[in-house]
């Protein structure tokens, strides 16, 4: 079983950045793939981005890719989210989760974190 706390939301206004964080419990953190999703109010879940385990590999969804940098340290088992250029749109629930598959479908990833809320305002 793996536990995951995300941390790092907050407000920040549009042009701004933030770092999200998530810690890992459990289980052997590089056996897994880590991703961060997002839900804004009355949207669908949607990916931001992913890693592989070792880290080598990573996948972001086009309207993030540029702006928003996944990393991950195995040792601290902890997967990052910089997120730079924020705007309106930005504002979502986000949340990292752990799967055995370096996907891309939510489906597919077994332990999610509670999420954090992260608020850009205009």
């Known amino acids: 079983q793996v536990q995951l706390v995300e941390s790092g939301g907050g407000l920040v206004q549009a042009g701004g950045s933030l770092r999200l964080s998530c810690a890992a419990s459990?289980?052997?953190?590089?056996?897994?793939?880590m991703a961060w999703f997002r839900q804004a109010p009355g949207k669908e879940r949607e990916l931001v981005a992913v890693?592989?385990?070792?880290?080598?590999?990573?996948i972001y969804s086009n309207s993030m890719k540029g702006r928003f940098t996944i990393s991950r340290d195995n040792a601290k088992s902890t997967v990052n989210l910089q997120m730079n250029s924020l705007n309106a749109e930005d504002t979502a629930v986000y949340s990292c989760?752990?799967?055995?598959?370096?996907?891309?479908?939510?489906?597919?990833?077994?332990?999610w974190g509670q999420g954090t809320q992260v608020t850009v305002s205009s």
């Open positions: 890693i592989s385990g070792s880290g080598a590999a990573t």
């Open positions: 989760a752990a799967g055995r598959l370096f996907v891309t479908n939510s489906d597919r990833y077994d332990y």
């Open positions: 459990g289980g052997t953190f590089s056996s897994y793939s």
